[in-house]
């Protein structure tokens, strides 16, 4: 049995959800907008891509059909980031690579000496061609609202608007809490976020994908929106979020099974919410055991 009060309260703000994108529900659980939480570096006020060629790249529910010039591709991080953050990040690279049963990630290090607060605005960060995550705790300087949880910024090809070159995510550390919403507390005013939930949503546009709707897909991770508070998590991605990354990378081995993986994913969830909650682990199948917790540093 999972938190039954949990899921109440996951319902109503569903329910509140639907009138506004920042919704305050409880004393703990908030859902958080992740409208604005992307952007192409030509879409930067000044630069000359039209519209019109932006768009033409859009397919549904993907935004660079190509994918990535090179993979597995190549990321430093923001040497403060905490090992509960890096444990987060280093699962949802996991989770995606599970979905195409190849390696996408390749960790080369700490990007040493540089943070996110290290470049003078949002978009400079791609200009070291270096394919970093980072922690900004001068958020302001990235443009965005304070409500944004986190942002991922890329440059397509030169030559081809469907393939990505570089990109960043920058995180936002100035108000928010990142790391294990299992394990967190909410202070200083600042809520929790749970850094696998987050970066799995957030990697899935740095791989390529877009953001879906609710009513298209209520059980997609790129819903642009993300509950968060002390013990809330969503590490998972829906049958479509699979279909969609394997139409890019396409899919090997196992993978190829997209009802299996999909199983897969949400036994390794549940398992994750029993374990929280109960004190339970199911025998059989994917435990979060499983998962190569320590993803970033066995690189
Ligand atoms: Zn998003």
């Known amino acids: 049995m999972k938190n039954p009060g949990i899921k109440y309260l996951v319902a109503l703000c569903a329910i509140l959800g639907l009138?506004?994108?920042f919704v305050s529900c409880g004393a703990q659980l908030y859902k958080a907008s992740l409208e604005d939480d992307t952007q192409d570096s030509r879409l930067k006020p000044g630069t000359t891509?039209?519209?019109?060629e932006i768009k033409t790249a859009l397919t549904s529910g993907i935004?660079?059909?190509?994918?990535w010039q090179k993979i597995p591709i190549n990321f430093r991080v923001d040497p403060s980031l905490t090992a509960d953050q890096r444990k987060g990040l280093g699962n949802a690279m996991a989770l995606w690579e599970k979905v195409v049963g190849k390696k996408l990630f390749n960790y080369v290090g700490v990007h040493d000496g540089v943070h996110g607060d290290s470049f003078k605005d949002l978009y400079s960060s791609l200009n070291d061609r270096v394919n970093g995550h980072y922690l900004d705790y001068n958020w302001g300087k990235t443009g965005k609202e304070n409500f944004v949880l986190a942002t991922t910024i890329w440059n397509y090809l030169l030559s081809d608007a469907n393939t990505i070159e570089t990109a960043d995510i920058r995180f936002n550390s100035n108000f928010y809490l990142l790391g294990d919403a299992f394990k967190m507390k909410a202070r200083d005013n600042l809520e929790v976020v749970d850094m696998t939930s987050l970066a799995i949503h957030e990697l899935g546009h740095l791989l390529g994908l877009t953001h879906v709707s609710e009513s298209e897909d209520p059980g997609s991770i790129m819903v642009p929106s993300l509950y968060i508070g002390e013990g809330l998590t969503n590490r998972r991605v829906s049958q479509n979020d699979i279909r969609h990354l394997q139409s890019i990378y396409g899919c090997e081995g196992s993978s190829c099974?997209?009802?299996?993986?999909?199983e897969d994913i949400v036994f390794s969830a549940n398992n994750e919410l029993d374990q929280a909650y109960n004190g339970e682990t199911e025998?059989?199948?994917?435990?979060?055991?499983?998962?190569?917790?320590?993803?970033?540093?066995s690189h």
């Not at 891509?49 to 019109?52: E, K, L, T, V, Y």
């Open 257 to 262: 099974d997209v009802e299996k993986v999909y």
């Open 19 to 21: 009138f506004s994108q």
């Open 49 to 52: 891509a039209s519209n019109s």
């Open 283 to 297: 025998v059989g199948g994917t435990t979060p055991d499983d998962h190569p917790l320590n993803l970033l540093e």
């Open 63 to 67: 935004h660079a059909r190509n994918g």
